[in-house]
């Protein structure tokens, strides 16, 4: 379990990266490029927020990431192994929707943004159960 302690920490430490950038872009370049697009004061304004909404969660998230895998290195919980897992999905599903829709003018498909705070709140219940339960997750050979 070290190993997967070791890899959340370092894809949490890239998220970490990846959102102060795109939050540093979004407040200082964004503004303009976007008005270089022909884009209106209040299309602009949405995207802004969109994208600030984007690196907020991005950042929860991978501050979440450094707690699970150091609390995971002495606990070894799947609990928190399934919520890291579904935090890497929500946070890429979720923030990646978003600046999709600000950075591209596109999504895939216009549930990715639900449908990872869809998972996001899934992880944080893991974290809930986990911590009530106090035992691991049924794998699918030992539920029923």
Same mark, same amino acid.
């Given at each position: 379990?070290?190993?997967?302690?070791?890899?959340?920490?370092?894809?949490?430490?890239?998220?970490?990266?990846?959102?102060?950038?795109?939050?540093?872009?979004?407040?200082?370049? =964004?503004? %303009?490029?976007?008005? %270089?697009?022909?884009?209106?004061?209040?299309?602009?304004? %949405? %995207?802004?927020?969109?994208?600030?909404?984007?690196?907020?969660?991005?950042?929860?998230?991978?501050?979440?990431?450094?707690?699970?895998? =150091?609390?995971?290195?002495?606990?070894?919980?799947?609990?928190?192994?399934? /919520?890291?897992?579904?935090?890497?999905?929500?946070? =890429?599903?979720?923030?990646?929707?978003?600046?999709?829709?600000?950075? /591209?003018?596109?999504? =895939?498909?216009?549930?990715?943004?639900?449908?990872?705070?869809?998972?996001?709140? /899934? /992880?944080?219940?893991?974290?809930?159960?986990?911590?009530?339960?106090?035992?691991?997750?049924?794998?699918?050979?030992?539920?029923?």
């Amino acid at each position: 379990m070290q190993n997967v302690s070791r890899w959340l920490l370092v894809l949490a430490g890239i998220s970490g990266a990846i959102a102060v950038g795109i939050g540093a872009l979004g407040a200082h370049s =964004l503004p %303009k490029q976007l008005e %270089k697009r022909g884009l209106a004061p209040e299309a602009i304004a %949405k %995207k802004l927020d969109q994208c600030e909404l984007g690196a907020r969660y991005q950042m929860y998230h991978a501050l979440a990431l450094v707690a699970i895998a =150091l609390s995971n290195r002495a606990r070894n919980s799947r609990w928190l192994t399934v /919520a890291s897992v579904l935090f890497l999905i929500g946070t =890429l599903c979720f923030s990646g929707g978003l600046y999709s829709i600000v950075f /591209a003018d596109q999504i =895939l498909h216009w549930s990715i943004v639900p449908l990872g705070g869809t998972t996001l709140i /899934a /992880a944080w219940l893991c974290i809930a159960a986990g911590a009530l339960r106090g035992s691991e997750p049924a794998t699918l050979s030992s539920a029923g």
